[in-house]
Nanobody, 126 residues
């Protein structure tokens, strides 16, 4: 069983920053080779949506709504995935989830992720 644990959520004013972290079980590159990691979010009253992805080679992709403001990164030495969120807006208020697909293939926002964390709440006030 792969357990993902998010942290770093909280409350911030519009224009502020937060960095979310996701602890992953062990070194994904050594254990699985190719993989995809992603951040998703679920805003109040809306369906879960993709925010950012990163693959084992470090290639990233972002939702249009966060491009230029959010940065996804990984530190395999620390077994961690991050989401740096800058210039936060009230509409970024959501539960943020870490997700993993521990196999090769293209990374995208879709039903490909096998493992999910419990989420961390981000609240942005105006």
């Amino acid at each position: 069983q792969v357990r993902l644990v998010e942290s770093g959520g909280g409350s911030v004013s519009a224009g502020g920053s937060l960095r979310l972290s996701c602890a992953v079980p062990g070194n994904l590159v050594r254990t699985y080779g190719a993989y995809c990691m992603a951040w998703y979010r679920q805003r109040p009253g809306l369906e879960r949506e993709g925010v950012a992805t990163i693959d084992s080679a470090g290639h990233t992709s972002y939702a249009d709504s966060v491009k230029g403001r959010f940065t996804i990164s990984q530190d395999n030495a620390k077994n961690a995935l991050y989401l740096q969120m800058n210039w936060l807006k009230p509409e970024d208020t959501a539960m943020y989830y870490c997700a993993a697909k521990l196999s090769g293939g293209r990374c995208y926002f879709g039903p490909i992720y096998n493992y999910w964390g419990q989420g961390t709440q981000v609240t942005v006030s105006s």
